[in-house]
């Protein structure tokens, strides 16, 4: 599936913004980078020598009219500070033509805020990956009231032309989908610790080895529409539907106070038992391949479809 | 491993009472199942005729006295009733000695509401399996404070010794953790399709290609230990702790009334696309096992430790 696209330029080099650069690559995709400050380009070069992506490896601006040279397609991937980004979208305005879309990797930021002091609003879209963005295959694609349908089906065809699943939100909303839910299900989660219930690697066992697996291969409705045998989510909801607003009812509201936080610190410092950050992510990012090579191995899938 | 226990009774032979029985037996336990309704023995003989156990098939009982005898270890998994389970608890005391634990499967009730009227009520403890149980390793083991800690150990080390991943909570808690999460998770789930975010699929992709892939690796604190770079949860928690609670605030507080049980149902079906409950489990068992599989081999793990 081709995308029409071929010249994609990335506006940020850090981990998001790297590692979606290196993505594009991948998929055949010729990238530049703009990255303003000198340190972070040093790392970003160090860190793209160990993708060994040849003659492939994207150029590396420092300055954003040469970076947005010749783009079809720019990732914004800036920090999550709105004045920086607004400013930035101003100044990319000068360097690209006004049918180039520029999608957003912003995480906790309305694209509609995003938009003011914007001369073409309606080509920025948020396209946001979750992390590590190389192996998660969502992106959640939203805009504002302002954004274009074109932009929304140019970024949405982009990701899914490179093997990408992006799903379509039908407004935006803060933290898209993903992080919503994941939001809601850590409240409980950090509730659970400060109230005495459980530990924080009981509360990261009963995840990882319980409905984490099944949210591996099912979202929440589906997994409920199983629930209840031949009668489906109709049976399900008139049945368990009550019970469920109960436990709705009971979850916890709590603060991350100083004693919280600490505890929450405590807790997964036990956990790791000893393991740093850098193997914890290792193992992580192990743990996530094996799983996107079994499943793709199920469905017959590629890993990573070309954009060809 | 070795928990000492050989001979299993377990009460009650609907979807959890048949899994559980068929783990246990696959695990070399000897096996005897009470299932006092006519039609539900036809069934479960149905059932586990598809299993291939040989001459290690389960005796399935309609009396009460014959399934319990020789019984080392008792799991009750009788419909979701109080006063049903309480009624039962009371008969099976007649029959057993009063140091054979008695684990019950509730998913919903606490263990303390169960214990009232026992003779023995120190024996009772929760142990919860998750759905489909013979496929997912979490065991929840949690007591009142009535509970004998030799109850829950010996609960705990006879999960454990057959393969399961049992956590231990400290304290009781309706809906224990994982229900607890997955209600925190299914709320926000109902509000984004109620509220018009996105649709039923689209959450259900947006968890299965996203966060769903990480929590089958690593529960939601250890994620975001990993989610700061190297300075770990605490760096987390101070930068993006606020973040959080923001998010928080903004979670919806749906209710499950007509409309949105039509608008769930009607999606689900969408997704479902033709596919029919039996076709989704199947599926569903299929992602499972592949993402058992994977994490097994990656962890030079046996898929199920038999309890020599």
Chains 1, 2 share one sequence.
Request: net charge negative; glycine share 10%; charged share 20%.
């Amino acid at each position: 599936m081709s995308s029409g696209i071929e010249r994609i330029a990335v506006v940020g080099g850090g981990l998001i913004g790297s590692s979606m650069a290196r993505l594009f690559v991948e998929n055949g995709l010729k990238v530049t980078i703009y990255e303003p400050d000198k340190a972070a380009r040093g790392r970003l070069d160090q860190t793209m020598r160990g993708w060994a992506l040849g003659s492939r490896v994207p150029a590396i601006h420092a300055e954003l009219e040469a970076a947005l040279c010749g783009a079809q397609f720019v990732l914004e991937a800036a920090p999550e500070r709105l004045p920086l980004k607004q400013a930035l979208l101003k100044e990319m305005e000068i360097f690209l033509a006004k049918d180039v879309v520029i999608a957003t990797a912003t995480s906790s930021l309305l694209v509609s805020d995003m938009q003011v002091g914007m001369v073409h609003p309606n080509r920025l879209v948020a396209a946001h990956p979750f992390n590590p963005p190389h192996l998660i295959p969502l992106i959640e694609v939203a805009g504002s009231e302002s954004t274009s349908e074109e932009a929304l089906a140019t970024t949405y065809g982009l990701f899914k032309a490179i093997g990408r699943r992006p799903v379509r939100l039908k407004r935006e909303a803060i933290g898209h989908i993903a992080n919503r839910l994941t939001s809601a299900l850590y409240q409980e989660a950090v509730h659970i610790v400060s109230s005495g219930i459980a530990s924080v690697a009981d509360v990261d066992d009963a995840v990882r080895y319980g409905p984490g697996i099944r949210w591996a291969v099912m979202g929440p409705h589906m997994l409920y529409h199983l629930g209840a045998g031949e009668g489906g989510y109709a049976k399900y909801l008139k049945h368990l539907g009550p019970t469920q607003e109960a436990r709705w009812a009971s979850l916890g509201k709590p603060r991350l106070d100083d004693s919280t936080r600490q505890m929450l610190i405590d807790g997964v410092n036990q956990e790791a038992a000893g393991r740093d950050i850098e193997q914890l992510c290792a193992d992580r990012d192990q743990g996530l391949l094996a799983i996107l090579q079994a499943l793709a191995a199920l469905n017959n899938e590629p890993l990573n479809e070309g954009i060809q």
